[in-house]
């Protein structure tokens, strides 16, 4: 049976926006203590972006399965990202930068976020094209295999940077990796 959200509102509209945002609080709260127990347990091979997706999927999985369609509230919404999410996340980014690391490794961070992933661009591209040519996947024309090719290779490391500055890898090492994150 379909899970009814009850409105005081003839159209439900305001209701069922706040039954959605609870909901996704509610899941980033969940993220946040499972993050907690699972590090206090000394289980390192979770960080926690994975316990973030986890939580999301058991959470959509849960409304998926229960009939309800409160999922289609939930999707991803480029624009607030884009104006309110990103402008803070970089702000931060380059405010807590070890500048003198930073400057100090500008050609290797330079050389990973432009050429490295160029040619990470390129490669996957050059993969996901001949593995559906070939039958392996879905077929993609070369333009959108190089897209997807893109977007792997510039995906932000932010889940590396969580593990080395919990392993307290060499501030060079790290400086490079996050430098390079920052650039795409």
């Keep these: 049976a379909p899970v009814v959200v009850e409105t005081a509102y003839e159209d439900g509209k305001e209701s069922r926006t706040n039954f959605v ?9 969940a993220s ?4 907690h127990v699972i590090d206090r347990m000394g289980i390192t091979w979770l960080p926690e972006a994975g316990v973030a997706v986890l939580v999301g999927a058991v959470c959509s999985g849960v409304l998926n399965y229960l009939g309800s369609d409160l999922v289609e ?3 991803f919404d480029y624009t607030f990202f884009m104006l309110w999410l990103l402008p803070p996340i970089i702000f931060e980014a380059g405010y807590n930068l070890e500048r003198d690391h930073f400057f100090a490794n500008l050609g290797a961070t330079l050389l990973y976020a432009f050429v490295g992933t160029f040619v990470s661009t390129v490669a996957v591209g050059a993969i996901v094209y001949q593995a559906g040519q070939r039958g392996y996947c879905h077929e993609l024309a070369p333009l959108p295999s190089l897209l997807f090719g893109a977007l792997i290779s510039a995906t932000d490391p932010v889940t590396v940077l969580a593990v080395f500055k919990r392993v307290g890898v060499d501030t060079q090492l790290f400086s490079i990796v996050f430098g390079e994150s920052v650039m795409n």
Excluded: H, M, P
């Design 32 to 35: 946040f203590i499972i993050s």
């Design 21 to 29: 945002v609870a909901l996704g609080l509610s899941c980033l709260g």
């Design 73 to 75: 509230d939930l999707k």
